[in-house]
Nanobody
């Protein structure tokens, strides 16, 4: 079993920055992709960014140029650096880790005020 602990969410003004972290622990043999998703009130969960085991990244169009995903394999941790935040980025952010199975974090709230 794999446990994911997220941190770094909070309240920030538009134009500000936040850095999310998601640390994986437990029965980890090999982590493949690591990703971030988000879910705004009344909306479906949507893809934000992903990073492969080799470091290849992919982003949703809505965050390209503003968000950066990275990972520290030694720490089994994935990060999401969020710059130039907008009110529409307000959501609960979830990390997702793929090993032999797929695991989700508990979510961390990000609120961007206008």
């Amino acid at each position: 079993q794999v446990q994911l602990v997220e941190s770094g969410g909070g309240l920030v003004q538009a134009g500000g920055s936040l850095r999310l972290s998601c640390a994986a622990s437990g029965s980890i043999y090999s982590i493949n992709s690591m990703a971030w998703y988000r879910q705004a009130p009344g909306k479906q969960r949507e893809f934000v960014a992903t990073i492969s085991s080799g470091g290849s990244t992919n982003y949703a169009d809505s965050v390209k140029g503003r968000f950066t995903i990275s990972r520290d394999n030694a720490k089994n941790t994935v990060y999401l650096q969020m710059n130039s935040l907008k009110p529409e980025d307000t959501a609960v952010y979830y990390c997702r880790v793929t090993t032999l199975k797929l695991y989700w974090g508990q979510g961390t709230q990000v609120t961007v005020s206008s």
